[in-house]
Nanobody
Framework: QVQLVESGGGLVQAGGSLRLSCVAS????????MGWYRQAPGKQRELVAT??????MYADSVKGRFTISRDSAKNTVYLQMNNLKPEDTAVYYC???????????????WGRGTQVTVSS
C-alpha cells in the first residue's frame, strides 16, 4: 500500500556529483531510521548512510563525500553524493525503519533501487 520510490541515479564521470531522492507514496508514521543501502555486482548489500533524530551516520568509504538529509514536509530523504568514484557504482536502495508502538509492530520499507554508474 505504501511504497518508497528512488530517483536521481544515472551515469556520471569520476569526480562528479549526483543527488538521490526517496519519496513515500503514502503516509508513514513513527519513522525511526531513514537510510540508504547499495549493492555492487558480485558484492553484498551494504549500509551507506542513515539519518535519525539523533544525527547522521556514514560508512567509512563515503565519509566526507556523501550527505544524507530529509524533508519531513515532503516525506522525502536525499543522498547527496560528491566526488564520486568508480567504486561507488551500485544499485542504491532506500530503506525506512518504523518504531514499534504498543499497537503496531516495527516495519522495514524498501525502494526498488536506482542505478548509479561512475565512469573513469
Amino acid at each position: 500500500q505504501v511504497q518508497l520510490v528512488e530517483s536521481g541515479g544515472g551515469l556520471v564521470q569520476a569526480g562528479g556529483s549526483l543527488r538521490l531522492s526517496c519519496v513515500a507514496s503514502g503516509s508513514i508514521w513513527n519513522i525511526d531510521v531513514m537510510g540508504w543501502y547499495r549493492q555492487a555486482p558480485g558484492k553484498q548489500r551494504e549500509l551507506v548512510a542513515t539519518i535519525t533524530s539523533g544525527g547522521n551516520m556514514y560508512a567509512d568509504s563515503v565519509k566526507g563525500r556523501f550527505t544524507i538529509s530529509r524533508d519531513s514536509a515532503k516525506n522525502t530523504v536525499y543522498l547527496q553524493m560528491n566526488n564520486l568514484k568508480p567504486e561507488d557504482t551500485a544499485v542504491y536502495y532506500c530503506n525506512w525503519l518504523t518504531r514499534k508502538t504498543p499497537t503496531v509492530p516495527s516495519y522495514n520499507y524498501w525502494g526498488r533501487g536506482t542505478q548509479v554508474t561512475v565512469s573513469s
